[in-house]
């Protein structure tokens, strides 16, 4: 079971103020969690020229403590996947530790196994491959957008030719770091 996902923020600090969820079972979407986030911080004008998230559309919107049990339950017993999947797992896992909730996930990132299983493209971002793929993301620098498009690739890696390996090395790297950041 995996859950892919997409966060946008404040830039700087790292703040949610969207995110989207897709709970995939390597088939079919089988739930889906998206809300924008009360990042309760302002959001840079730069921000809102990128994302088109203004600090009048997230006023009223929950905060992150407010959805974190609804995030908890939707990623629970699934591999968490992401484009950079440290960037979003990074930003999630702050935003649970400053409300003093640990969040541990086993995760996989689809740059890195773009990279592997699909080698040769000049460029790895989200939009780029995405364009040479011809996957259409429909609201790109949006949460649900990119994550819509991230599960079309994700499900394309998944079933690419040595997927298996792939999948199973970068999962069990995945598994030994978080073995070694318990341990200490």
Do not use: W
């Amino acid at each position: 079971m995996y859950t892919i996902i997409d966060v946008e923020t404040t830039g700087k600090g790292g703040k949610i103020t969207e995110i989207s969820i897709f709970k995939y079972d390597g088939e079919f979407i089988i739930d889906e969690f998206t809300s924008l986030v009360n990042p309760e911080t302002y959001i840079p004008e730069y921000i809102t020229q990128l994302t088109g998230i203004t600090n009048a559309m997230v006023t009223n919107a929950p905060t992150f403590k407010q959805i974190a049990k609804r995030i908890l339950e939707i990623t629970k017993n699934s591999v968490f996947v992401a484009h950079s999947a440290n960037f979003d797992y990074n930003v999630i896992r702050n935003e649970y530790k400053a409300i003093g909730i640990t969040f541990n996930r086993k995760k996989l990132c689809t740059v890195k196994l773009s990279r592997q299983l699909l080698p040769g493209y000049k460029s790895y971002s989200l939009g780029r491959i995405c364009n040479d793929l011809n996957i259409e993301i429909a609201a790109r620098h949006r949460a649900r957008g990119d994550a819509e498009a991230t599960v079309i690739l994700f499900n394309k890696l998944l079933h690419s030719k040595n997927a298996e390996i792939a999948f199973n090395t970068a999962l069990n790297k995945t598994i030994i770091k978080n073995q070694l950041r318990l341990d200490f």
